[in-house]
């Protein structure tokens, strides 16, 4: 557990390396959140990573133990990308091929973006219910309406830390338990974002330009990609990673597979953390033996 100071936030940061020295030897692996978590929801699966992976997560500006105090952070897709970068180059994960980033939900906007500049380093990139949408009318409309709820939710998110809107909260985002513990930390970290953050993300996250931007860097990543969503997600239309799948097979001969768990929801990771963390080593394992092959 660490604080890392950079010109954006006081950065609170967990690496396996800290107790476990001889993971300075294995593949690294950063885990980018989604839109107003702390990184306390990766435990499961770097429990379970850890014996053979260096794990790292971090709390991004405006969420969980990072500071923003006297700080005035960039609350864009690229100010994000550079703290994460910041803490990428102070881990010194840049400096070979050794690197797997793992975003989930906006974080997978962020992790695009990691991918791109960190393209000597990467060895793949997972996207986790992060999807593109085709443009019509409908769909911006429902954007709009999008919007306009998470305005709603911010001015009243404390009534999500009792019950039944915390449930509801939960349910929302989950199509199976992930216990009380993991349902207190989702609600408390999103009732303890700061406002102006989780407010900035949740809007560039639906802007249409940032999604046309997205969808051409996915594209563009050269190592492999792995696509994962739950399809009964009711957070995000599942659909969209989907499609995301088929754009970037479409479009790019690099590798590109799709895990699509059927009975889950938002958070994967949590519900169903063995099948989940299954199929990140899978997609682990495939991408180091491409770059074995190939060097």
Request: proline letters at 4%.
């Amino acid at each position: 557990m660490s604080y890392f100071a950079t010109d954006r936030c006081r950065m609170y940061y967990e690496d396996t390396a800290e107790t476990d020295p001889s993971a300075t030897t294995k593949p690294a692996v950063l885990f980018v959140n989604g839109w107003a978590i702390s990184a306390r929801y990766w435990k499961p699966v770097v429990e379970l990573l850890s014996p053979n992976y260096r794990c790292i997560t971090y709390d991004q500006s405006g969420t969980g133990r990072t500071l923003i105090k006297g700080h005035t952070p960039s609350l864009t897709i690229g100010g994000f990308a550079d703290e994460a970068g910041a803490l990428i180059e102070h881990l010194g994960l840049d400096r070979s091929r050794n690197l797997h980033i793992v975003g989930h939900s906006m974080g997978g906007m962020v992790a695009t973006e990691l991918a791109l500049r960190y393209q000597d380093a990467l060895l793949s990139a997972t996207i986790i219910a992060c999807g593109i949408f085709e443009e019509s009318m409908g769909n911006a409309v429902g954007l709009f309406i999008l919007g306009g709820l998470i305005d709603i939710s911010l001015h009243f998110r404390n009534i999500f830390l009792v019950d039944p809107m915390k449930s509801m909260f939960i349910k929302r985002a989950t199509a199976k338990d992930i216990g009380e513990e993991y349902s207190n930390i989702i609600v408390e970290d999103f009732a303890g974002s700061d406002r102006e953050a989780t407010n900035a993300v949740g809007r560039f996250s639906i802007d249409p330009e940032a999604l046309r931007k997205y969808t051409r860097s996915v594209v563009s990543i050269p190592s492999p990609v792995l696509c994962c969503v739950g399809m009964a997600d009711q957070t995000i239309p599942p659909e969209g990673t989907v499609t995301l799948y088929h754009e970037r097979k479409k479009r790019t001969q690099a590798p590109t597979e799709l895990a699509q768990f059927m009975d889950l929801g938002h958070l994967p990771m949590l519900e169903d953390t063995l099948r989940f963390t299954a199929a990140l080593k899978k997609h682990f394992e495939f991408a180091g033996q491409l770059y074995k092959k190939s060097s």
